[in-house]
């Protein structure tokens, strides 16, 4: 199984940026890195990926380190709709390589 | 409105019970997918469907029976269900290709069992 490591919880104050770290060591050269978020009773929602450069959406912007062990999420300007559990992943081709780990719970503080 | 639709959004069962969830999705994806989420653990995937066929069965037990019938649609069969299977049924759709394309999960089923 493709592990990541996430702290469990984070806080962040509104309309502040918020970095979400990520430490993928065993990915493999040709495994993309996901970023995916679940709001409360919600599935989980596709934020951002990656390969080997940093990716910029309307939602985040993903920089990954160059030696690819670690990645960081970035929401430009925090809102309270932004509270949720976020999940970093890698996997290689075809989805069903995709593990979910436990995520990063985030509270925004208003 | 995420595109794939899950019904029922909430079912209580008895254990003797027979029951289906449903999946559906307009996405023009031609993958589908079954995870279980259990309270405290993480997304546990079940059950893949590529082009209607299982390409991934993780060792579920047999009481739980996926069906494909076509591409948008996809069924999980229930049938003498245990307390421990309690959880949140999430179903998610892909287009499967090179280049992982995201996946995207419905609003799920939350199950109970009695």
């Known amino acids: 199984d493709a592990k990541t490591t996430q702290p469990n919880s984070m806080e962040s104050n509104e309309e502040e940026p918020v970095h979400l770290p990520c430490n993928h060591s065993?990915?493999?050269?040709?495994?993309?890195i996901h970023w995916y978020r679940q709001l409360p009773s919600q599935g989980p929602e596709y934020v951002i990926h990656?390969?080997?450069s940093n990716v910029n959406n309307r939602m985040a912007s993903l920089a990954i380190a160059e030696d690819r062990k670690s990645s960081t999420l970035i929401l430009h300007r925090a809102t309270l709709r932004d509270a949720a559990v976020y999940y970093c992943?890698?996997?290689?081709?075809?989805?069903?390589?995709?593990?979910f780990g436990t995520g990063t719970r985030l509270t925004i503080i208003p | 409105e995420t595109g794939v639709t899950q019904t029922p959004r909430h079912l209580v069962m008895g254990m003797t019970n027979k029951k289906s969830l449903k999946c559906e999705q307009h996405?023009?994806?031609?993958?589908m997918y079954w995870y279980k989420q259990s309270a405290k653990k993480p997304l546990e995937l079940m059950f893949v469907?590529?082009?209607?066929?299982?390409?991934e069965n993780n060792s579920v037990p047999s009481r739980f029976s996926p069906e494909c019938p076509n591409s948008s649609h996809l069924f999980l069969h229930l049938h003498t269900l245990q307390p421990e299977d309690s959880a949140l049924y999430l179903c998610?759709?892909?287009?499967?290709?090179?280049?992982?394309?995201?996946?995207?999960f419905g609003n799920g089923t939350r199950l109970t069992v009695t």
């Open positions: 990656g390969l080997t």
């Open positions: 469907y590529s082009l209607e066929e299982r390409v």
């Open positions: 996405l023009g994806h031609n993958a």
């Open positions: 992943i890698h996997g290689g081709f075809g989805n069903e390589k995709l593990t």
């Open positions: 065993t990915i493999s050269g040709t495994d993309y």
């Open positions: 998610a759709s892909s287009r499967r290709n090179r280049g992982d394309l995201p996946l995207h």
